[in-house]
């Protein structure tokens, strides 16, 4: 029996089996179930298909079949990209199936399921599929489900962290494939949707990607449990970044399937401040434990939380044995009553440092010096110890002092001997004025007399003061003007002596030429100032000025000669003036008229040196 039917791989065809082949299209042309085979191109055109597709789409085969049938163009918009990205990821051998709006020749949009396979031959490679509509109620499902998607894409778009969810088949969790990202991820990676629909996450790793991190996420998803990891995924232009993965698996219904939805949260700034603050750490770590002053870190109720290597060497303690020690542990008993106060916030010691006596694991006590501050931690106060062993230092002090108390000793016995050698030296000038009756030559041993005397009363008081080495020049100008009066004793005029001096301290290196240069100016106003009158005055200040010292000596008697010279003249008193003032390096100046005489030293004050 011959009938005209449409050729076709799934349709009937003329040979010897021609009944089974006839009773075979009439099985598929009441199958809901359409076959067909189609080419791998860019357009996926039909070369085979069953009859029964008129049924479904109300195209027929001949419509269908060959390259002038737009199968792509008549794929519902919102569909066509993930359905093109299906076909071009699929692999050989490996049957997957997609969901998608076609438009039914009617024009309406139908719901289609795409089973697929992507078989090759020894010619080319080639999709054998089936279509299977999608029943009534799968549509209302699709549609209420295209809205709960619009409204979830609404809410994925706004989230500030980037979403990917994947698929994969539940006997085959780890070939799973990109089937959506929101915009985050888009704009964050560089990645677009339609670039990465259908991959495998795995173009986001890199040569830092962490293969632990990796083994640990896939062994999480083969047991189907949610997981947190943290590792480096990689930009579209390689640049390298931190991310936060959250991810959880969610069945299909079908149970065949498994979508697994990941929270992408970029931690780079965190990472980087991580580091930072380790790096950090590490430093401040390295810094106390190559100080050599034992740290602690002691909680307010005086526990041991931590301490650096020098804290173990000073006391013995390993560093397990003192963490959790009470800080009385380390105190010898009869000193517990005195430190107590070190945990006070009040009792910190700030700039000044405070001594205390610990003692070691051996029972050894150590003199140690100790700084403490208070600073606060997740809310609770930490008192930081630095303590510094003492030993040497108070053997080194010790030693000084008694070195010291020694010189201080030999020195003041310098003094007295120097004192009374200048005495003895008086005495026989004295002795000396007493055997002599020529006027000239006695007044020159009074003068010289005088003169040691200004010096021997520098070396008394050095001797009876407490450094030796300064003397206060008010209460020594006092007691020369005291001397230089009562060696005046023969002198028949009355002469009032007025003094404003300052409490400056001098060293004996300007004391002693100072001392001579007033002895001098001195003798010489009672001497020459007053002739051929019965009184006078003489002022004495002394004052100083930014380190600066101006003597002054003033009379009110008869001044100088109009032609008078200090640098030129030849007396053995004014040599000495001269002589002095050049020692202390300081300048004087002479005023004189008939109002009197007026001598004024300015020198620097000399510090007391020290080597």
């Not at 990796?214 to 390689?238: C, M, P, T, V, W």
Request: contains cysteine; charged residues 30%; glycine residues 6%.
């Amino acid at each position: 029996m011959n009938v005209n039917r449409p050729p076709g791989l799934m349709g009937y065809r003329e040979n010897d089996s021609g009944e089974v082949n006839y009773r075979l299209e009439k099985l598929l042309g009441k199958s809901s179930i359409v076959y067909y085979h189609r080419g791998s191109g860019d357009k996926y055109s039909y070369v085979d298909i069953s009859c029964n597709v008129s049924r479904l789409l109300e195209y027929t085969p001949s419509e269908i079949i060959g390259g002038g049938f737009n199968w792509i163009g008549r794929i519902h918009p919102e569909d066509r990209q993930s359905v093109k990205s299906f076909f071009e990821n699929l692999d050989p051998g490996n049957s997957q199936a997609i969901e998608y709006r076609f438009k039914h020749k009617s024009g309406h949009y139908i719901w289609l399921r795409d089973e697929v396979e992507l078989v090759a031959d020894e010619e080319k490679e080639k999709f054998v599929g089936v279509l299977v509509k999608v029943d009534r109620e799968k549509e209302i499902q699709h549609l209420n489900l295209e809205k709960r998607e619009k409204l979830q894409q609404l809410a994925l778009d706004n989230l500030n962290d980037m979403v990917i969810i994947t698929k994969a088949p539940k006997d085959n969790p780890l070939n799973s494939r990109v089937v959506f990202v929101n915009k985050s991820f888009e704009q964050f990676t560089g990645y677009q949707s339609e670039e990465i629909i259908n991959k495998t996450p795995t173009f986001l790793h890199g040569p830092e990607t962490s293969e632990e991190a990796l083994a640990r996420i896939n062994q999480k998803i083969r047991k189907g449990e949610s997981l947190r990891e943290e590792f480096i995924n990689y930009k579209k232009d390689g640049t390298p970044y931190w991310v936060e993965l959250d991810m959880a698996p969610f069945p299909t219904d079908d149970g065949r399937y498994e979508y697994w939805v990941g929270i992408n949260r970029d931690i780079t700034q965190r990472k980087r401040a991580e580091k930072k603050l380790a790096e950090s750490e590490k430093r401040h770590r390295t810094f106390t434990e190559l100080a050599f002053d034992a740290i602690f870190e002691i909680h307010v109720d005086g526990t041991i939380l931590r301490c650096n290597k020098r804290a173990c060497e000073l006391f013995g303690y390993s560093r397990e044995e003192l963490i959790g020690m009470h800080v009385l542990d380390l105190t010898p008993e009869k000193f517990h009553s005195k430190h107590p106060e070190t945990f006070a916030e009040i009792a910190t010691t700030g700039d000044d440092a405070w001594k205390r006596i610990y003692q070691k694991k051996d029972g050894t006590k150590i003199p140690t010096e100790i700084h403490t501050a208070f600073y606060e931690m997740g809310g609770q106060k930490r008192l930081i110890a630095y303590v510094r062993d003492n030993t040497d230092h108070e053997i080194h002090e010790k030693t000084i002092r008694k070195s010291l108390k020694e010189k201080e000793t030999l020195l003041a016995e310098i003094h007295h001997r120097v004192k009374n050698n200048l005495a003895i030296i008086s005495g026989l000038l004295q002795m000396q004025v007493f055997n002599t009756e020529d006027e000239k030559l006695l007044a020159k041993l009074k003068e010289s007399q005088s003169r040691i005397q200004s010096i021997a009363m520098v070396h008394e008081k050095l001797y009876s003061s407490e450094t030796f080495s300064e003397i206060a020049i008010d209460k020594y100008i006092n007691d020369l003007l005291n001397m230089i009066e009562e060696s005046m004793i023969d002198f028949e005029k009355e002469i009032h002596v007025n003094t404003e001096m300052e409490s400056i301290l001098l060293t004996v290196g300007q004391a002693i030429p100072c001392g001579l240069l007033l002895n001098e100016m001195i003798t010489n106003c009672y001497k020459h100032a007053f002739e051929n009158r019965d009184k006078g005055k003489i002022d004495i200040s002394i004052r100083e000025n930014k380190g600066q010292i101006t003597l002054s000596v003033t009379d009110n008697g008869i001044g100088l000669p109009e032609d008078f010279n200090i640098e030129e003249q030849p007396s053995l008193g004014m040599t000495i003036i001269n002589t002095l003032t050049t020692q202390l390096n300081g300048r004087m100046e002479v005023d004189s008229g008939d109002y009197g005489t007026s001598f004024s030293l300015s020198f620097d004050i000399e510090g007391d040196t020290e080597e």
